[in-house]
């Protein structure tokens, strides 16, 4: 699991560059150690990131660009009032009714 490199207060790209060098050194890490990094579950924990959850097509965008680092999981917080983690808690609910749709093969979200 990573939270990526960068601090909480950095640019969405600048996160993202962090998730990607962390994918870098655990890929040279299990290469050292003779096991294919795709053998690994990989979680992404998007809670270290502030404001994750904005709009559905945004939270899609950052499924996808986890995907595409080959992440199998990511992890996110559940929407607050306050901060650190203010947010809308109807779109987090309107997310899960997707994600339902999606696991019944009805929607293809992430694809």
Known sequence: MTLGLADRECSAEDWW???AHAVER???????????????G????????????TSLEQFRDDV??????GFTD?????PRSDEPFRGDERLLEELA???ESTRRGTLK???
């Not at 890490?29 to 003779?34: D, I, Q, V």
């Not at 990989?42 to 959850?53: F, G, H, P, Q, V």
């Not at 990511?74 to 559940?78: C, D, E, K, L």
């Open 97 to 99: 009714g997707q994600l």
């Open 64 to 69: 996808g660009r986890a995907a595409a680092l």
């Open 17 to 19: 560059s962090g998730v």
């Open 42 to 53: 990989r979680y992404l924990d998007m809670e270290s990131r502030a404001s994750a959850t």
């Open 109 to 111: 979200m992430f694809r």
């Open 74 to 78: 990511i992890v996110t917080a559940w």
């Open 26 to 40: 655990f890929e040279i890490f299990a290469s050292k150690m003779g096991t294919p990094s795709t053998s690994f």
